[in-house]
């Protein structure tokens, strides 16, 4: 189906562990985006990417790495997770200047 | 990047217009209004955008004076299903899109 998905849905990890999450979106937008929302707050820009192999930090990169080798997919890696990376994470895609599409979210926990 | 603020919160009951205020002081001459809508759980999606004067919709107005300092979106006759954080982006149209959430502004419809 077209859209944008994001895998897991939920997750639960350990502090210190690796954890990537998935976006993939079936449009070919030229943009991606990861957002983390934390309890009760707004959304956070993480990192965007405007085309594959291009990508760039936004308010709150410390802790993320991501990649774009494929136009189609945006995954978002925390290398070493700790309690403070809880949070709901959004990933989004548009087309130059176009709305945002956000993926339904994914929860991750850190214990 | 403009930066904007928003009401934390507004309280409004069912069959009353809506209208959500946001300030962005600095907005370029380049720069347009998105506004996005949010429910708990889900990611935000697109309400409205505009440049100036004002721009409707199926669902909003959005009214933007003639010195672009800030905008103002409004909801026609609220539903309880309208209960949700609205939020104001100020974008500029350049390749660059460090697309930024303010906190949003959370409505509250009431039977």
């Known amino acids: 189906d077209a859209g944008i998905t994001q895998s897991p849905r939920y997750k639960i990890t350990e502090t210190g562990r690796q954890v990537t999450l998935m976006c993939h979106q079936t449009?070919?937008?030229?943009?991606m985006f990861w957002y983390r929302q934390d309890l009760g707050h707004g959304l956070r820009l993480i990192y965007y990417s405007a085309a594959a192999d291009i990508t760039d930090k936004g308010e709150v990169p410390d802790g993320y790495v991501v990649s774009r080798s494929k136009t189609e997919n945006f995954p978002l890696t925390l290398e070493s997770a700790t309690r403070s990376q809880t949070s709901v994470y959004f990933c989004?895609?548009?087309?130059?200047?176009?709305?945002?599409?956000f993926g339904e979210g994914s929860r991750l926990t850190v214990l | 990047l403009a930066k904007t603020t928003q009401p934390i919160s507004m309280d409004s009951y069912e069959g009353q217009e809506v209208n959500i205020t946001c300030s962005h002081n600095n907005i370029a001459t380049n720069d347009y209004i998105t506004w996005y809508q949010q429910f708990p759980s889900q990611g935000p999606r697109f309400i409205i955008q505009g440049y100036k004067t004002k721009v409707t919709n199926e669902v909003a107005s959005l009214f933007i004076p003639a010195d672009r300092k800030s905008s103002t979106l409004s909801l026609p006759r609220v539903s309880l299903s309208d209960t949700a954080v609205y939020y104001c982006l100020v974008e500029m149209d350049t390749g660059r899109r460090a697309l930024t959430f303010g906190s949003g502004t959370r409505l509250q419809v009431q039977p």
């Open positions: 449009w070919s937008h030229s943009y």
């Open positions: 989004a895609s548009s087309e130059s200047g176009g709305e945002l599409f």
